[in-house]
């Protein structure tokens, strides 16, 4: 499923998510100029770097020789330039692909700007920070002795997502959903699109811990970063520290008949 839009109108332009998707673009276009990876392994959160800051790494690679063809060849990751700790939030600048980018910076423009309209601008970036550490310190938790570098800013936007899963219960995703050889394009009630997608990482995230060869996603992360992401509104929003205007009342009302019509208007 992907989403296109949803029908929450903001009442001010996200200066901050444009901010993030701006700087998570030029980390990845760094990585592009960047032969070899030394940005993933110097800056990645890798989980016994984190946990054992002496220990060197060494990893097993396959490189082609001219006369042997694939050989497996050992090397030490490049150091990091700053403390393991800090990795953590570093990673969730960096991604793994085009793919990988566009669809997070994608979910991130989505769902980001109506969250960030209700903590106000410093509270978001300070909520992204937070969600993205926790995501990260997920998958540390999870898989404590991989030297794999672990990057992508999914665990954050997972954050994101759990926030808007809590604020805006009663919100629709136009979604475009593949079914069977025909696309059909649906909206979707926010609160099915999102537990959908929770319950996707979960069924994932436990078949990576029984099977330590399913790994290449940070499920954990994901579904980390998700529960602190909706615990962390839920406790904001408990302390009433959360701007609740009579414009964001009125988006927790059922619709009227004429916005169940058309929601998109």
Known sequence: MIPLRDNI?????????????G??????????TSPDDPLVEKFGMIPVRVLDPGRPIVVTELQTHPFFGHVQ????????????????????????????????MWFL?????????????????VFYLAAG????????????????????????IAGVMGAYFVLFPRALVLT??????FIQIIAIPA???????????FLQGTVAIRDIQAGGVAWWAHIGGFVVGAVLVLIL????AIDVSDAERRSFRRPTRDHRRNPWV
């Open 237 to 240: 929003r408990g302390m009433r």
């Open 191 to 201: 609160v099915f699109f999102l537990g959908i997608w929770f319950l996707l990482q």
């Open 23 to 32: 700087v998570t673009s030029v980390g990845f276009l760094l990585q592009l």
């Open 109 to 125: 423009h989505i769902f980001g700007d109506n969250v960030e309209d209700r903590l106000g601008h410093l509270g978001y970036l």
């Open 176 to 181: 475009l959903v593949p079914i069977f050889f």
């Open 133 to 156: 550490a926790a995501a990260s310190a997920a998958h540390l938790l999870t898989n404590s002795e991989s030297p794999i570098p672990t990057i992508g800013a999914s665990g954050a």
């Open 9 to 21: 109108v903001t009442r001010r332009p996200p200066f901050m998510n444009w901010v993030l998707i």
């Open 73 to 104: 060849v050992e090397r030490e990751l490049a150091e990091s330039p700053i403390p393991a700790w800090l990795t953590l939030l570093t990673c969730i600048f960096l991604h793994g692909g085009w793919l990988h980018f566009l669809g997070n």
